[in-house]
């Protein structure tokens, strides 16, 4: 019986080595090491300030787009005071308040967030769809999210009823009025039942959710925080709405956890607006 080799070659396991194909003999040195190859960077999920940072690089991305808009319609109208090339904050505040210029500028926003979130995203390598959770779900988390959004929102419309405050926004009706007017209530309804919903629905439900639930937040604490950005996202609102639009961003983050889905959730959020614009239509006769 032949015995091992040790690590000092002998001429016979010298000549057995130059005979492997397998593993090459250099005399006088050790095996040459394999060639070394590289190593990619895991997929890694933004965490809380990884998000948060992002987050504000994405938010910044969306009110730039909205408001280059109102800046390009600002620029092509004629000027009616001063002149041309005078500056009319008067002027810049109507048309920043027309129905025509707000659906449009929140129709530039989705852009810019996409752009935003593609960046943010690329850096984690996890696909663009599996990162936001662009997946459907079964058709009984549907049912379940669409009756609760009904019963939430019927709940504050009897408290505002009771309480005697406005059912829908006074400054909305008058939004509605100019869009009327200029012949755009159809872009108006695109942007506010779809642009919308798939904007803030991406960037809040989607993205922030996402980080925040995997770091120190967890799910609660995720739901909680992106539904006070959310609700921060709509100053043009007093208290009381205030209220109703936490409480209606907590019971979609509960949706996005419980069906993984973010289409879910940007289906409800446009079924939800679009009852609030019918409910202005019909206030503004």
Not at 77 to 94: N, R, W
Not at 105 to 114: D, I, K, T
Not at 152 to 172: K, Y
Not at 243 to 266: A, D, M, Q
Request: charged fraction near 15%; charge should be neutral; proline fraction near 6%.
């Amino acid at each position: 019986m032949r015995a091992p080799c040790c690590s000092a070659r002998c001429p016979e396991s010298l000549s057995m080595d130059s005979a492997s194909p397998e593993i090459p003999a250099i005399p006088g040195s050790e095996i040459s090491p394999p060639p070394l190859t590289a190593v990619e960077r895991p997929p890694r999920v933004w965490k809380f300030w990884g998000t948060a940072l992002w987050g504000f690089v994405v938010f910044a991305a969306m009110v730039i787009g909205q408001i280059g808009i109102v800046i390009l319609l600002f620029l092509a109208a004629p000027k009616v005071v001063g002149g041309p090339g005078k500056f009319d904050l008067d002027q810049l505040t109507e048309i920043a308040s027309n129905g025509l210029a707000i659906s449009l500028s929140v129709m530039a926003g989705l852009p810019a967030v996409l752009l935003a979130l593609w960046l943010a995203i690329r850096w984690t390598r996890i696909p663009f769809a599996d990162y936001l959770a662009l997946r459907w779900t079964s058709w009984g988390n549907a049912v379940i999210g669409a009756v609760g959004l009904v019963v939430l929102v019927e709940g504050w419309d009897l408290l505002s009823r009771a309480i005697g405050h406005e059912v829908t926004p006074g400054f909305m009706i008058e939004v509605m009025k100019s869009a009327r007017e200029a012949g755009a209530l159809w872009l108006m309804a695109l942007a506010f039942c779809v642009a919308a919903p798939i904007t803030e629905e991406l960037f809040a439900r989607g993205f922030l959710y996402r980080g925040w639930s995997e770091s120190f937040l967890h799910v609660p604490g995720a739901i909680v925080l992106s539904s006070l950005v959310w609700t921060g996202m709509h100053l043009q609102y007093d208290q009381f709405f205030f209220g109703e639009v936490f409480c209606i961003g907590l019971w979609f983050g509960y949706i996005r956890y419980r069906s993984n889905s973010i289409w879910l959730t940007i289906v409800l959020h446009g079924l939800n607006n679009l009852g609030a614009l019918a409910q202005t239509m019909y206030l503004a006769g």
